[in-house]
């Protein structure tokens, strides 16, 4: 995925578990949240995909990048896929306890912890 010509998105695949975290960028936000939805739209729309987003680099997250996530969340269930977030940080965590309080955000997997990193490469 290009930003610019700049490749900021990183997917990699092992069976049915597709991980997908991000390079150089620390905030999804309005500029490009649509382009991540198109892409990761395309991964979870195969029936049974886990998807494991990693936001490892990410320090922010604005009202379209939470709609972003809340579309995916959704899909997933019409799909039959796991759609699952890791490496989320505090502040993060707060931000998206607070959408989940006001029922702005659908029940995603969330991982605190660090992702093996074996997994992925």
């Not at 990183?10 to 949240?33: A, D, G, H, P, T």
């Amino acid at each position: 995925m290009k930003r610019g010509s700049i490749n900021f998105l990183i997917v990699r695949q092992k069976r049915r578990n597709v991980y997908v975290s991000f390079e150089k960028i620390q905030k999804l936000n309005l500029f490009i949240s649509g382009d991540i939805k198109l892409n990761l739209y395309n991964i979870i729309k195969v029936p049974r995909t886990n998807l494991i987003l990693n936001l490892d680099n990410i320090r922010f997250i604005d009202s379209a990048g939470f709609k972003m996530l809340h579309f995916i969340a959704r899909v997933s269930r019409i799909y039959g896929s796991c759609f699952n977030l890791t490496n989320v940080s505090d502040e993060l965590m707060e931000l998206i306890e607070l959408y989940r309080k006001f029922n702005m955000l659908e029940n995603i997997n969330i991982e605190k912890c660090s992702m093996n990193k074996q997994a992925v490469a």
